[in-house]
């Protein structure tokens, strides 16, 4: 579990409440018209090996991390202990169409939480996060970058996504979709 700051991690905290460029990658408001597209989608690069820690049910997140050997490590938190009331994230999460990825629960999946494959370079996650931990696991080649689409609670929120940049926590993505690049594969 991640509770608390981990040795050698860095600490991410979800600072608003949330309830209430791969050209071709597959991007979710083709399929749902809940997602918008931006002008443009804008990459940011994503420092490889390096943690977030959260606090479940204190703040609301969506959270990536970067291992060598292209490794993504995708998870939600929600503000349930302040809110009262669940976070449903939906992500997509999507490579060059022409690649193909590996997709995993990262073990803190429950029966409303759901991984449906799109195709062979992406996959729509939906997790319901409360007080917990809620994730997966996505496997692509070294290098590689992961354009993420998100909705929480069916809007979007570009501030929601945390992520280690120039050794720095960073909250609030500059677009969503947001396309992460590692900075080594």
């Avoid at 629960?105 to 996959?123: C, H, P, T, W, Y």
């Avoid at 996650?125 to 931990?133: A, P």
């Avoid at 960073?170 to 979709?177: C, E, F, K, V």
Wanted: proline share 5%; aromatic share 8%; hydrophobic share 35%.
């Amino acid at each position: 579990m991640k509770q608390g700051l981990l040795s050698g991690s860095l600490l991410a905290l979800a600072l608003a409440t949330g309830c209430g460029s791969n050209s071709g990658n597959y991007d979710g408001y083709a399929q749902d018209p809940a997602f918008t597209a931006p002008a443009d989608v804008q990459r940011v690069d994503i420092d490889t090996d390096q943690t977030l820690s959260a606090d479940a049910g204190n703040g609301a997140g969506l959270f990536v991390e970067y291992s060598t050997g292209g490794e993504y490590h995708v998870f939600t938190t929600c503000d349930t202990n302040i809110s009262k009331l669940p976070c449903e994230w939906r992500v997509v999460a999507s490579i060059d169409p022409a690649l193909s990825m590996e997709v995993t629960d990262d073990g803190n999946l429950e029966k409303d939480d759901s991984i449906s494959r799109i195709d062979d370079g992406a996959v729509r996650l939906l997790f319901v996060s409360d007080v917990d931990f809620d994730g997966a696991v996505i496997k692509v080649p070294a290098g590689e970058r992961l354009r993420l689409n998100w909705l929480l609670d069916g809007f979007v929120d570009e501030t929601q996504l945390s992520w280690v940049s120039g050794g720095t926590v960073h909250s609030g993505a500059p677009t969503d979709p947001v396309d992460l690049e590692p900075t080594t594969p």
